[in-house]
């Protein structure tokens, strides 16, 4: 039996995921969105690039949750995305109830799946799908660490003038202007970052990744990054799906790691068949534990909103 993958959100983000799931043929996939036709249609438009790109899976379209059941993966983009000036938390109230509203119905019709959060504010969004679902926190993934890395190592392989795939790195913390890119734990193929470019470069960098998002959403005016955070997403899926248990960086409910509880936080995890099957606690220098405290503190922030929202 082919594996399967819900899509919730034929957006941007959402329909690119489908893209990528298809030419790499990981799964059948079923597009879901509130606007009526974009599924459907975006859906047939994907099916019909099966016989020029040589991929053999089905690819539907559908505005209820029927077709859906039974996923195996469920990856949650749906909700607005930030327009120039916005912050990813102006999102927070929105998307809340929209994640709300999908989780509900992702959890009746697919009890099992495994979900990928990719609406922003992420970690809230994380916090939000766990909390309706009821999934255990294997279950319940962010997508934010590994489009942050991939922005990192991008601008450092750029500045070095090496390949992308030779830099090593890692960023931990929440999806905001606070991650965490780890600095003393990049490299490029075992050389030590701190080797190859001066302080000032790295900070430069390491400020660039965390306005990665907004430099794109300034270039665009209308809406915010989907080609790499569709890739981030896929990467994620293709680890549970084929059990390569790749190390990523995730947003996932600490349980005391790190000093941190009851927040979703990105950090290093194991993703297999069972979803998180490892949460790795490294050891962080003082420094970089208070960054990393700094970040979960602005994670807080939102979901003590949210806690009070749920109350009301
Ligand atoms: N985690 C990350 O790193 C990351 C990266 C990029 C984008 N995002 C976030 O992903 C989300 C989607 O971004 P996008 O660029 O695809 O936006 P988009 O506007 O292109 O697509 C969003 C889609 O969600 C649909 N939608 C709205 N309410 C819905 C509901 N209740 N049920 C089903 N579908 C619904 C809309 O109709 C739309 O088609 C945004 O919140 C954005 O901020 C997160």
Same mark, same amino acid.
């Given at each position: ?223 915010? =990054?989907?080609?790499?955070? &569709? +890739?981030? /997403? %896929? ?5 549970? @799906? !084929?059990?390569?248990? $790749? ?42 534990? =208070?960054?990393?405290?700094? &970040? +979960?503190? /602005? %994670? ?5 909103? @949210? !806690?009070?929202?749920? $109350?009301?």
């Amino acid at each position: 039996m082919r594996k399967k993958v819900t899509v919730v959100g034929a957006g941007n983000v959402g329909a690119n995921c489908a893209l990528r799931i298809a030419e790499k043929e990981l799964a059948d996939v079923v597009l879901v969105d509130v606007v009526e036709g974009v599924p459907q249609g975006k859906g047939l438009d994907l099916l019909k690039s099966g016989p020029v790109q040589g991929y053999d899976i089905g690819i539907t379209g559908t505005n209820d949750y029927a077709p859906t059941a039974n996923s195996d993966i469920v990856i949650i983009t749906a909700g607005l995305a930030r327009k120039p000036g916005m912050s990813r938390d102006d999102l927070l109230l929105a998307n809340y109830e929209v994640v709300k509203a999908c989780t509900e119905q992702v959890a009746k019709h697919s009890p099992n799946a495994i979900l990928i959060l990719v609406t922003n504010p992420l970690d809230a969004m994380c916090w939000t799908a766990m909390r309706v679902s009821g999934f255990p926190r294997e279950r319940v993934i962010g997508m934010a660490g590994v489009l942050d890395t991939a922005r990192y190592r991008t601008f450092l392989a750029e500045a070095l003038q090496v390949s992308a795939q030779n830099v090593q790195a890692m960023v931990l913390g929440g999806h905001g202007d606070t991650m965490v890119p780890l600095v003393r734990l990049t490299s490029v193929s075992g050389i030590p970052l701190t080797e190859l470019l001066p302080q000032d470069q790295i900070d430069a960098i390491v400020t660039r990744t965390r306005n990665g998002g907004a430099e794109i959403v300034k270039h665009l005016k209308t809406g915010s =990054a989907y080609y790499a955070p &569709s +890739a981030a /997403a %896929v990467e994620m899926a293709e680890s549970i @799906l !084929k059990d390569q248990k $790749k190390v990523l960086p995730s947003a996932v409910l600490l349980q005391g790691e790190y000093g941190i509880k009851d927040l979703f936080v990105g950090v290093p995890v194991k993703l297999g068949a069972k979803g998180v099957e490892k949460v790795y606690e490294i050891k962080l220098t003082e420094s970089e534990k =208070a960054e990393l405290d700094k &970040s +979960a503190g /602005a %994670v807080k922030e939102l979901i003590d909103v @949210l !806690k009070e929202k749920a $109350k009301a």
